[in-house]
């Protein structure tokens, strides 16, 4: 729980390289969540950010991290037509922020 934010930024960091920075970014952000948590893989959206409330993530934050996992979704199977890495740089700046580095 308490690395949760750290093995995301290394998970980020490291999918600056790959070509599919938004699978990348979806997958560090719910990863990010059931880490956070402690909660079962699988869960939905939703589920997960109930249990990142219950953690004391702020409402603005929680409502940027899912958005951030619908942009990537869009840019997986919507194309590519907003560059990647902007995503990823965001997602670096949410995960920080929800860790209280940001």
């Known amino acids: 729980r308490r690395n949760a934010g750290k093995v995301a930024l290394v ?20 990863n990010y969540a059931i880490q956070k948590t402690s909660a079962p893989p699988g869960g939905t959206t939703e589920s997960l950010r109930v249990l990142l ?11 940027r991290w899912q ?3 619908e942009q ?7 194309g590519q037509a907003d560059d ?3 995503l ?5 700046r949410c995960i920080a922020a929800m860790e209280g580095r940001g």
């Not at 998970?11 to 719910?30: C, F, H, M």
């Not at 990537?72 to 919507?78: D, E, I, S």
């Not at 990823?88 to 670096?92: K, Q, S």
């Open 84 to 86: 990647p890495r902007v």
């Open 72 to 78: 990537a979704a869009l840019l997986r199977y919507g």
């Open 88 to 92: 990823l740089d965001e997602a670096r």
């Open 11 to 30: 998970s980020l960091a490291a999918a600056a390289g790959q070509p599919d920075i938004p699978s990348a970014v979806e997958t560090t952000l719910r």
């Open 67 to 69: 958005r951030l996992l």
């Open 53 to 63: 409330q219950r953690e004391g993530i702020d409402e603005a934050l929680l409502v």
